[in-house]
């Protein structure tokens, strides 16, 4: 057996060297020279160099493709039928390209993370200032961390290593259960907190970042395969959101849809995102792939193939509650009539004039609106990992912890705060499934819903089954003239729908409520979901080359580093 094959590890390691570089400007990937662990740190710049792929190269495959099928697809807040639509359907195989690429990819990370660390602290020059050792290595904290926790959120128990060397040598390794992943994730979120700076540049992180990361995964183990959430994590979740609202200086953006242009990457909101570069003058592996994905023709004048990505039924309804609110489903749907400014903005902008809804967060508009930046599979474009919002709805659903409600106090300002920016009413009182519902609106799209919907499974097993099988309704193809908006005569609309793959109708020919309305329990192609495809199978390649894939896990060893 070819002990270079784990993980594909003889390619991710190579990788992962060859993305250590140095130059002028962020971003710029290639070194002019070759280096060594031991020559390379010699300096400041060098050092700080050594982090950039952290950012880009390190998620480039996850961020390809696989991040919106698993992030999004799985989520059902949007499909394509034409397109990783096996993600919605939950029928990815062990063979699914996409899956295998995130496996890739997120070892990737890991391992990118795992030589930056051992280099600096073993080969760090003397001339290298504390700060900048400091940060870089707070930033390979934070990368490894978070490949984890998207790891274990997608695949459960994963294979734990600190060392790449020791993997080259010992490649066959057994799975870690879910409980020692996530007590791994949270110790190098901890050491990233410790080691980074109170302010980022240039779309580098801070120790808020590290902090808003943290209370995440604070708030999932806090619930994770237990009945009640652990009420000392929840306190240090509020504790850690309330840090990052307070002192790290980050702010909601006013304007929803000023959230996704790329002239705002790294914004007030943005605390964590990769950071993609321009497209015209960097290297593959350094740029946004997703554009070609998610646009089409109309609003795109590089080659894209997403002209059949639509919201889902249960999204549409819930802009029909008017729980979306115009602006917010506005910026994360085309809809008829809806004017983009920004869209073809040299022309006068952009109405959408279709009976229709079609994908718009992501897609960035043309050439035109992006400083000509733009080219097919490539868009400067961030893609956040996270934003301020998320920590106030963080913050709002560790308030309400173990209660069925919370009818005040900081938890619910932090939940409106997000409704209050959205443009709908404030609540009074909410419960875990006003949370679930805000958090899928808010995050439409964004690629992270099935994380957390992960995580409340692992919480509250048989309550989020007959969510996603009964509130959920997968597979459904609403477009060519299926979706008309119905004028109210009070400035708002609802939206009937008028034709889809199975004669979905929702409203009366005059934009009243149809009381009689339902799906009859249909679910396209039998999409069910149970314990036994919540997570993704394993790469059938690893699985073949590694029998520990098909064991039970094995506890972490810590040693004295708990």
Known sequence: MNKFKIFSLSGLLGLSMLSIGCSDDFLEIYPESNYTGESFYSSDEAVLKAGEPLYNRAWFNFNRRAILGIGSYRANDAWNPYATAEFARFQTTALTPELIQAWSSLHLAVTMSNSIIKDLTNNCDSKVSAEAKNRVLGEAFLTRGTAYFYMVRTWGPCILFEDNDNVVISPLRPLNPEEDVLK?????????????????????????????MLAKA??????????????????????????VIDNSGASLMEDFHQLFRYQNNNNS??????????????????????????????????????????????????????AFGVERWGATFFTEDFYYPYIKSQHGGY?????????????????????????????????????????????????LGNKSALTGGRGLESFNAIRTRAG??????????????????EFCMEYCN???????????????????????????????????RINR????????Y?????????????????????????????????????????????????????????????GDDK
């Open 184 to 212: 791994f994730v949270i110790r190098d979120f901890r050491r990233a907190a410790e080691l980074l700076p109170e302010t980022g540049a240039n779309g580098r992180v801070s120790k808020y970042a590290a902090e808003s």
């Open 218 to 243: 604070l708030l999932a183990h806090s619930g994770w395969n237990r009945d009640t959430r652990d009420e000392a994590e929840l306190a240090e979740c509020i504790a850690l959101c309330e840090d």
């Open 269 to 322: 909101e943005s605390l964590y995102a990769m950071q993609w570069a321009d497209p015209l003058v960097k290297a593959w592996g350094t740029y946004n792939c997703l554009l070609s994905d998610l646009s089409f023709g109309d609003v795109c004048d590089v080659s894209c193939w997403g002209s059949n990505l639509q919201p889902s039924p249960d999204m549409i309804e819930y802009f029909n509650q008017g």
């Open 351 to 399: 109405t959408y004039n279709k009976k229709w809804c079609q994908l718009k967060k992501g897609v960035v508009g043309c050439k035109e609106d992006n400083d000509g930046k733009l080219a097919s599979m490539a868009s400067p474009l961030n893609t956040y990992i996270l934003r301020l919002a998320d920590v106030y709805l963080t913050h709002a659903e560790a308030c």
């Open 424 to 441: 709908v009413p404030e609540f009074e009182s909410i419960d875990f499934w006003t949370i679930v519902r805000e958090r899928r609106m």
């Open 450 to 484: 099935w994380f957390d919907m992960v995580t409340w499974y692992r919480w509250k097993p048989q309550e989020m089954l007959s969510f996603f099988n009964e509130e959920q309704h997968r597979g459904y193809e609403i477009k060519n003239n299926g979706v008309e």
């Open 489 to 496: 005569g009070d400035g708002s609309f609802k939206l009937n």
């Open 498 to 558: 008028l034709f889809a793959n199975h004669n979905i109708w929702r409203l009366n020919a005059d934009g009243t409520d149809n009381p009689d309305w339902s799906v009859d329990g249909y679910r396209p192609h039998d999409i069910i979901l149970t314990e036994a495809n919540i997570f993704m199978p394993y790469p059938e390649a690893d699985v073949l080359q590694n029998p520990y894939l098909s064991k039970a896990p094995e506890p972490y060893d810590f």
